[in-house]
């Protein structure tokens, strides 16, 4: 299946796209530095987004992001056509935003605690109905999650990564991928019944 | 019940992606044939459908990639004020030239006989001696049970998992730690069954991962 990049504008990778990535990483393997920038131009706002989503710091994720091309430049020589270029470099982003969130443990367990404690005052019956209300909820129960669970949650419903893909990308099993995704929907439960009947908005 | 049809734990599992339409057609007909007949499965349908909505609305702040991809470029040039050759090549060239480095002050420590480690390591904290740092190799333990483990020993993780064995090295945080601590946290490592193993450490490994491996 297909890696959605863009959603404003609905754009799809799919065979041709991939083949255009290859290319221009033919082109960064032999130093070419406007390849690199095309590819940069690229994935720069999906490797923001999902390095924000899993590191929670938008700095922290600009520079992810600029570690994880320096990593596209330095190792395009690597890549060996096993997977799409789009998975190659999302697996890349993954680890790098992981070790970001993994030295930052003390911060972030602290931080989800907080989110933790204000999760589980929320009520169902107290809650806004207003779609911006519930999208901010629902972003705090997120940052809630573990990072592992909030990656597949987002490769799974923004980047539209099949399970397959993800494995590839967070490097584990297919099964683990959907036990994490699981594990995600089990801890959101509490907002989900009145985001189904708000979905409609 | 047919031999492909689908148990309601396998169906459940499945249903993120039946919602963003990523199974295959074997695999998305005998998940709709299960959640037609399932209620539990219908209202979680449901719901993710909802969740799915949420979380591609979801904004960020819009930056400039241009203003981002000329600090890389930056980065680059820096590079190759250094080096000359291609990418690949001036990897090779700086990996060079930091084992010169490391077997220079090894030689140097050699000659004046002083037990600090060597580059390609950096310390973190310079003027204090020794630092508060731990080597630790978890034998099976998942991330969550590490986060756990090293919150409790007061420490953070300053390097690691390295790429080969999954060494992390730790640091006791707090300004108060002494030796003592430090022997604390270790003999309290080496007891927890999930921990393979766990020593003192001088020096924080550098970045050395290869974050390119292809899966």
């Given at each position: 299946m297909s890696m959605s990049f863009d959603r404003k504008r609905e754009h799809e990778t799919g065979p041709d796209d991939d083949r255009a990535d290859a290319e221009l990483l033919a082109r960064v393997r032999e130093a070419d530095r406007e390849a690199l920038h095309a590819l940069y131009r690229k994935y720069y706002h999906p490797l923001l987004r999902f390095t924000y989503r899993l590191t929670g710091q938008l700095e922290i994720a600009q520079e992810t992001v600029n570690d994880v091309m320096l990593v596209v430049w330095r190792?395009?020589?690597?890549?060996?056509?096993?997977?799409k270029v789009a998975t190659w470099i999302m697996g890349i982003a993954y680890r790098k935003a992981m070790k970001r969130v993994r030295r930052a443990w003390l911060w972030s367990s602290r931080h989800v605690a907080e989110i933790d404690e204000r999760f589980e005052r929320f009520s169902p019956e107290e809650a806004p109905t207003e779609r911006m209300e519930l999208e901010d909820l629902l972003g705090r129960a997120l940052e809630a999650l573990p990072a592992e669970q909030r990656a597949v949650v987002e490769l799974t419903?923004?980047?539209?990564?099949?399970y397959d893909e993800i494995a590839k990308i967070v490097g584990c099993p297919v099964n683990t991928v959907k036990t994490r995704m699981f594990h995600a929907r089990a801890k959101l439960k509490a907002l989900l019944p009145r985001l189904g009947k708000d979905s409609s908005r | 019940m047919t031999d492909d049809a689908m148990s309601h734990d396998e169906a459940v599992l499945l249903l993120p992606w039946l919602v963003s339409g990523t199974l295959d057609a074997g695999e998305r007909e005998r998940v709709e044939r299960h959640v037609r007949g399932c209620v539990t499965c219908r209202a979680e349908l449901a719901e993710q459908r909802a969740l799915a909505s949420l979380v591609r609305d979801r904004p960020i702040v819009p930056l400039s990639a241009e203003r981002d991809f000329e600090r890389l470029r930056q980065a680059l040039d820096r590079n190759a004020s250094h080096c000359s050759l291609g990418p690949r090549a001036a990897t090779w060239a700086v990996a060079a030239s930091i084992t010169i480095v490391a077997i220079a002050a090894l030689v140097a420590s050699l000659v004046v006989g002083t037990r600090e480690p060597v580059a390609p390591y950096r310390t973190?904290?310079?003027?204090?001696?020794?630092?508060m740092l731990v080597d630790v190799v978890f034998a099976d333990a998942s991330d969550d049970e590490i986060r756990a483990l090293i919150d409790s020993l007061g420490a953070e993780i300053?390097?690691?998992?390295?790429?080969?064995?999954?060494r992390y090295t730790l640091r006791l945080v707090?300004?108060?730690?002494t030796e003592a601590d430090l022997d604390g946290v270790v003999r309290r490592l080496r007891d927890d069954?999930?921990?393979r193993f766990a020593a003192r450490a001088y020096s924080v490994p550098t970045d050395d991962s290869s974050d390119a491996r292809e899966r």
């Open positions: 190792d395009a020589a690597s890549f060996e056509g096993r997977s419903y923004f980047f539209g990564c099949s | 973190l904290t310079q003027g204090e001696t020794p630092p300053v390097a690691g998992p390295s790429p080969r064995v999954g707090g300004g108060r730690a069954e999930r921990v």
